[in-house]
């Protein structure tokens, strides 16, 4: 049987990281040179040591013979970078080889990236669609060139006619954009993750509870070793300082001796709860039980079956109060540790770290216990029942997890840029896996203060360990969240006029803070709850079977706060939110 090894480098955003639905073989990808182009005779510098004479002769012979690729030789910003290749006498492929013959990469072909990605969906967000290089690269590994196709006049090869010689696919996603990144393609011990080299210097080792600090890069340094997440003299991902790593271990500890009375109580709940074997979960404390409401209440007002709803609720007051309003709520009695009261100030504090341990616990019961999980944040609305299109894989693809496209394309959440404020996990054991691991790593939630950065880095690793497949989802598709309403006005002017076809659900994410969730969410009509029903009068109001209810609204309570920001009438006499902010309606 014909084997072959094939790297497709397709154009996109954190070139560290190795994504695939295939066998995974993940080896770094070409070099991104400033030539956006991507003329290929500059970039197999480093695939091969032939003398200049060998690659002069085989552009002469490319140039008047088939083969499946551009030869047009280019130079980068600073130096001119040979291309090393030769030519099967048949005028086939062009081949890459030393001296002694002794390189196997057997050839080249240009195809497609948009073809590419629409045919083999590897779930992960789109990027600029503005981007110049549209061309993806594929390196043949075969012992056999007479399958594939030649392309004379450097135009791309067919996509079914470049894969035709190809039994295994590696797929490495590379940003296009910096162009003194180079890579080194090395045959050796098949390795399934990217090593980084930079031209800096370490100012300070991580030791002794101290953040290691490097230079920014210099060239006239030499290339040392650092992480991925290394970025402009920093690291995104620092190790876990033994200090939280014991304070997460006595949280963990509380929660493992009292697991079997958990999932004991909590699967009678869920056999009772779940539709289609799948449940809703939500967590919730007092100080965001205000948003937990509106979420309550706006699907009540659209006629949403929220009926598979579980809410792991971490104190007694929003307890009490959940459960007056008709939802099913989860007490831990303990287990789950101390957790504050209190909203979180801001994005990454102390309050909102500790909640994002009970975000970790809330979906992890339920997976293993077998159900289908749709996990979301408080500050979501829906527009329709999000949960058949989840189900229906005719409609969403097969995939085992659905994440909200966050819209970062920062380097800690690349490749797929996860929101973890919205998605749905299939019940099976890769997905158990992934949320098992995703427990053990707490410790790191609380080091970076994000669960998302954690999430993002388990989840990555679990799509190369185990297979899990993820699919981001488009706001396109109707999944928009902070992003959209803060950095696309074009976006957000379609939601307004209701152009966006079956709109699923808004996030009110990329929000500092809750007051500031609330006020957006009023001016664009997804607020269900009157004034007078705040917080605190929610709190009071919570053992009193009809107060609560009264503050759902069967419309929303519609008001104007600032004219820049999106609105569903105008709000002209608002003022800015932002500084030198333009009014949203024109």
């Not at 196709?149 to 590696?170: I, W």
């Not at 963990?252 to 009375?261: A, K, M, T, V």
Request: hydrophobic share 35%; glycine share 6%.
């Amino acid at each position: 049987m014909l084997l072959s090894l094939v790297i497709s480098v397709v154009t996109f955003y954190g070139g560290f990281v190795v994504g695939t639905l295939f066998s995974s073989y993940s080896s770094p990808p070409p070099s991104a040179l400033s030539d956006l182009q991507l003329q290929l005779d500059n970039a197999y510098e480093l695939l091969s040591e032939c003398k200049s004479e060998l690659f002069e002769e085989s552009k002469k012979r490319i140039s008047t013979s088939s083969s499946i690729g551009s030869s047009s030789s280019s130079s980068s910003s600073s130096s001119t970078v040979n291309t090393h290749s030769s030519v099967e006498s048949n005028g086939k492929s062009p081949q890459f080889k030393d001296k002694d013959n002794k390189w196997n990469w057997r050839g080249w072909s240009k195809i497609d990236h948009t073809e590419f990605m629409s045919t083999y969906d590897l779930g992960m967000p789109k990027i600029n669609t503005n981007i110049k290089n549209q061309e993806a690269l594929i390196l043949y590994h075969s012992s056999s060139s007479s399958t594939m196709t030649d392309s004379p006049d450097g135009s791309l090869v067919p996509l079914s006619d470049a894969l035709a010689p190809c039994n295994q696919v590696d797929i490495i996603p590379s940003a296009l954009k910096e162009t003194d990144h180079c890579v080194v393609v090395l045959e050796h011990y098949q390795g399934y993750h990217v090593q980084r080299l930079v031209r800096a210097e370490v100012l300070q080792e991580g030791n002794d509870g101290k953040d290691q600090k490097w230079s920014k890069l210099d060239s006239s340094k030499e290339l040392i070793h650092v992480g991925r997440g290394w970025e402009k003299g920093g690291d995104n991902f620092k190790p876990t300082k033994i200090s939280k790593a014991k304070e997460y271990w006595k949280q963990l500890g509380l929660f493992f001796e009292n697991i079997d009375d958990l999932e004991s109580r909590l699967k009678e709940i869920l056999k009772r709860i779940a539709r289609d074997n799948t449940v809703i979960v939500m967590v919730c404390n007092n100080g965001v039980l205000d948003l937990m409401m509106n979420f309550v209440c706006s699907a009540r007002a659209r006629n949403l079956d929220i009926s598979s709803l579980i809410v792991f609720a971490t104190d007694e007051e929003t307890r009490t109060a959940l459960t007056t309003l008709g939802v099913e709520v989860f007490d831990d009695k303990g287990a789950f540790g101390s957790i504050p009261k209190t909203e979180a100030k801001t994005y990454g504090d102390q309050i909102f770290a500790k909640m994002m341990y009970v975000k970790v616990l809330a979906p992890f019961l339920p997976m293993m216990l077998g159900y289908n999980v749709l996990f979301q944040d408080v500050d979501v609305v829906w527009h329709s029942d999000p949960l058949p299109y989840f189900l229906d894989e005719s409609l969403s693809g097969n995939f085992d997890a659905y994440f909200e496209d966050d819209g970062a394309r920062s380097r800690r959440y690349a490749p797929y840029s996860p929101n973890s404020g919205f998605y749905f996990l299939r019940s099976n054991a890769r997905n158990q896996h992934f949320l098992n691991a995703l427990l053990m790593s707490g410790g790191e939630i609380l080091v970076n203060h994000s669960h998302q950065q954690t999430m993002t880095a388990v989840l990555t690793e679990m799509t190369s360990l185990v297979g899990l497949s993820v699919k981001v989802l488009d706001p396109q598709d109707g999944f928009p969240g902070g992003k959209q309403f803060h950095h696309d006005k074009g976006y957000m002017m379609e939601w307004m006029e209701e152009k966006i076809p079956n709109p699923m659900i808004f996030h009110m994410c990329w929000t500092a803070n809750k007051d500031d969730k609330l006020l957006y969410l009023k001016q664009l009509g997804e607020w269900f709850l009157p004034d007078e029903c705040g917080n605190d009068v929610l709190t009071e109001r919570r053992t009193d079977g009809g107060g609560l209810a009264e503050c759902c609204k069967a419309e929303p309570v519609i008001s104007c706060h600032f004219k820049d920001k999106p609105s569903i009438i105008r709000c002209d006499e608002s003022p800015d939110r932002d500084k030198g902010g333009r009014k949203f309606w024109p």
